[in-house]
């Protein structure tokens, strides 16, 4: 089982962005899947979550300007983001619990992260 994380790349304040997180191999399910970002120095803060239902949760700070969803028939998460700031630049990773095939528990992956840079 892999996770990947696209879509990041260089916007200017106020402008958009979507990242994608796929889940690729033999999986029999995926739980709650969850974005973070982390900036040079910083810790890895928590952006948006979601669960296998639907269920979302996001930081304060993205309230408003960031959605996450997720298409459950292709494995994969979404994050748009809209307005961004230049305090949103960061690089940015998925965390889905999956459960692979013969496996009986679900278990964490990373993504490898992609960078989102606000800057004009």
């Known amino acids: 089982v892999q996770l990947q994380a696209s879509g990041g790349g260089l916007v200017q304040p106020g402008g958009s962005l979507r990242l994608s997180c796929a889940a690729s191999?033999?999986?029999?399910?995926?739980?709650?899947i969850t974005w973070y970002r982390q900036s040079p120095g910083e810790q890895r803060d928590l952006v948006a979550t979601?669960?296998?239902?639907?269920?979302?949760n996001y930081a304060d700070s993205v309230k408003g300007r960031f959605t996450v969803s997720r298409d459950n028939a292709k494995n994969t998460a979404y994050l748009q983001m809209d307005s961004l700031k230049p305090e949103d630049t960061a690089v940015y990773y998925c965390?889905?619990?999956?459960?692979?095939?013969?496996?009986?528990?679900?278990?964490?992956?990373w993504g490898q992260g992609t960078l989102v840079t606000v800057s004009s």
């Open positions: 965390n889905a619990y999956i459960r692979p095939t013969g496996d009986i528990y679900y278990r964490g992956y």
């Open positions: 191999g033999s999986i029999v399910g995926i739980d709650y």
């Open positions: 979601i669960g296998r239902r639907g269920s979302t």
